[in-house]
């Protein structure tokens, strides 16, 4: 069974940092999309970032370009979510997922096909 593991969350105040991880299990890091998404309490779930496996290229939604940065470590099969001056409107629960069969919108949640149990963020003013 493949599982993934996400890990990271907590209370940051406003201006702060943390980094998610996710730990991919029962498969291995061959051609995929690891996407990160969110849910605000009230609201849909958005897509923040992605990256293939394949050749590393990433995909960032606008309101955290130039404050996140996703990276992977194919040998640990372990994707993370570096997020750097956070705002309020960052808090949510955080999911990571595996597109199996990368297609071309990896921050569209349809695509993915396995997906983690999520990690709260909260984000304090």
């Known amino acids: 069974d493949v599982q993934l593991q996400a890990s990271g969350g907590g209370l940051v105040q406003t201006g702060g940092s943390l980094r998610l991880s996710c730990v991919a299990s029962?498969?291995?890091?061959?051609?995929?999309?690891i996407g990160w998404f969110r849910q605000a309490p009230g609201k849909e779930r958005e897509g923040v970032s992605s990256?293939?496996?394949?050749?590393?290229?990433?995909e960032y939604a606008d309101s955290v370009k130039g404050r996140f940065t996703i990276s992977s470590d194919n040998a640990k099969n372990t994707v993370y979510l570096q997020m750097n001056n956070l705002k309020p409107e960052d808090t949510a629960v955080y999911y990571c997922?595996?597109?199996?069969?990368?297609?071309?919108?990896?921050?569209?949640?349809?695509?993915?096909?396995?997906w983690g149990q999520g990690t709260l963020v909260t984000v304090s003013s």
């Open positions: 997922a595996l597109d199996y069969w990368p297609g071309s919108a990896p921050l569209e949640e349809y695509q993915y096909d396995y």
């Open positions: 029962g498969i291995t890091f061959d051609d995929v999309i």
């Open positions: 990256i293939s496996s394949d050749d590393g290229s990433t």
